[in-house]
């Protein structure tokens, strides 16, 4: 059994900064490419960052240049600085990561059952 957790979601002021992480526990062989993605009330699920193992980063044109995403390998660990929110960003963020548990199989998808942002203006 794999489990992705996120925390570090919260209440803040527009401008203001808050830090997700999510922490896969479980039995990991590895974790491929991991991502963080968002939904809004009304709006369909998209991509806010992704990150590889190798640490290669994609970001969203939306946040590019206010989100930075990382991650902590040996803690099976993945993190996204968010600065400089606005009321738009406000969105349940999700945790995604391709995990692969044994040698002879393929990795699965895997998502964690998301943490609230609020930005008020």
């Known amino acids: 059994q794999v489990q992705l957790v996120e925390s570090g979601g ?3 002021h527009a401008g203001g900064s808050l830090r997700l992480s999510c922490a896969a526990s479980g039995t990991i062989l590895e974790i491929n490419t ?3 993605y968002r939904q809004a009330p ?3 699920r ?3 960052a992704s990150i590889t193992n190798t640490g290669y980063t994609n970001y969203a044109d939306s946040v590019k240049g ?3 995403i ?5 803690k099976n660990t993945m993190y996204l600085q968010m600065n400089s929110l606005k009321p738009e960003d406000t969105a349940v963020y ?3 990561a391709d995990i692969r548990r044994y040698y002879y199989r393929a990795p699965n ?3 964690g059952q998301g943490t609230q942002v609020t930005v008020s203006s």
Do not use: I, P
């Open 34 to 36: 991991m991502g963080w």
């Open 46 to 48: 998209e991509l806010v």
């Open 10 to 12: 919260g209440l803040v």
């Open 66 to 68: 206010r989100f930075t």
């Open 70 to 74: 990382s991650r902590d390998n040996a």
């Open 42 to 44: 009304g709006k369909q």
């Open 109 to 111: 998808n895997h998502w």
């Open 94 to 96: 999700y945790c995604n």
